[in-house]
């Protein structure tokens, strides 16, 4: 095949998160290599709560707007990130100026007014929405956001029965990290399913797919597909990406405190990855496309969180400042190993 989504494309779509800058600089040969490879795009931030709203709660469209006019003149498959999520939103939605909550009414009257003039204004553009993003917290239980705070987990079902009224067409998502692995699968499966029971119109599961060089195993990103399909939902990894750097999750406990600090073992990677750790993440990422090939019936959509490697959140993400290597593209924009391993499969 001479591209990913001429490669997949009996099995799902290939898809990547674009940026408001690789939107804006349409650099002519990062345009070509987006419209080649990929049939699918999701907007990194900027539909977000407070990227795509000032503070008074005036919109701000510019790049939204020049999202879904890149997508329409490249002929892309678009999904809407994200109406409903507890980062990236100012505290003045949920809080009066005296910092107490504001009532229950009050916020469902927001939440209404931001999922119509939002999903309102794409409406027939984008074909999918992640409705409600990251509500299980890593605890497994129901995050304690503010959303969740005032409205309980009502939230939940109003925002995706408003997302349906307004766009009856649009497929809907539910979107979280970590659903691929034991625990946060379960929460999560139990969730949908009390969601489920009071007819709330759902019709996909994102699994976002921020995924370790070794965790998790491949065994637990099956289960994970069968189980989501069960629900009768379509499987949709959201946000793929492969983390080569040094977990900062699971230090040892004297070091916990110190997680987010820049270490340099903590960035071994400077100067290029080694070959024998490209040769890894090659392995993984093909283990990932075989497993998904496997799966095909289930499986809409799968979705990196970025093109190349300069640009990816995990330079930054948990750490500031350090060199990952989480994508297909290297920082010349030119496939990396793991591209060829994913584009051979098929
Ligand atoms: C990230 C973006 O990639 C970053 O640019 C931003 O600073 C923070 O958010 N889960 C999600 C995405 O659903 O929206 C996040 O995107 C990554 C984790």
Request: charged content about 25%; proline content about 5%; glycine content about 6%.
């Amino acid at each position: 095949a001479t591209s990913l989504k001429t490669a997949y494309q009996q099995d799902f779509l290939i898809g990547a998160a674009l940026s408001a800058s690789i939107i804006n600089q349409a650099d002519p040969q990062l345009v070509t290599l987006i419209a080649r490879d990929f049939n699918s795009i999701t907007p990194e931030n900027c539909m977000k709560w407070g990227e795509i709203r000032n503070a008074d709660g005036s919109w701000k469209w510019a790049d939204a707007d020049a999202f879904v006019a890149f997508g329409e003149q490249h002929n892309l498959h678009m999904v809407g990130h994200t109406l409903v999520w507890h980062s990236q939103i100012p505290d003045s939605v949920f809080k009066n100026k005296d910092g107490n909550y504001i009532s229950k009414t009050a916020l469902q009257k927001k939440m209404q007014e931001h999922i119509t003039t939002l999903a309102g204004r794409y409406k027939g553009k984008l074909h999918a929405w992640d409705v409600v993003n990251e509500a299980v917290d890593d605890n497994l239980k129901m995050r304690e956001s503010h959303w969740y705070k005032i409205l309980g987990e009502d939230f939940i079902y109003q925002a995706f029965n408003l997302a349906h009224e307004v766009d009856p067409k649009a497929h809907l998502l539910y979107n979280d990290y970590n659903i691929e692995r034991t625990g946060k699968r379960e929460a999560t499966i139990e969730m949908i399913k009390r969601l489920q029971k009071r007819g709330m119109p759902i019709h996909g599961l994102g699994i976002q797919g921020h995924m370790g060089i070794d965790t998790p195993p491949i065994a637990e990103v099956e289960k994970s597909i069968i189980e989501f399909a069960k629900l009768g939902l379509r499987v949709h990894f959201t946000e793929l990406d492969i983390d080569v750097l040094p977990s900062v999750w699971e230090l040892p406990v004297a070091e916990i405190s110190t997680r987010f600090e820049y270490k340099p073992e903590r960035d071994p990677y400077t100067k290029g990855l080694p070959q024998e750790m490209q040769d890894k993440l090659a392995r993984r990422y093909e283990d990932l496309f075989k497993l998904f090939l496997k799966h095909a019936d289930k499986i809409d959509r799968v979705t990196l969180w970025g093109v190349s490697d300069d640009a990816s959140w995990l330079n930054d993400f948990p750490i500031r400042g350090r060199t990952n290597y989480p994508l297909l593209f290297d920082r010349q924009h030119e496939p990396k190993p793991a591209y060829f391993r994913v584009l051979d499969l098929k």
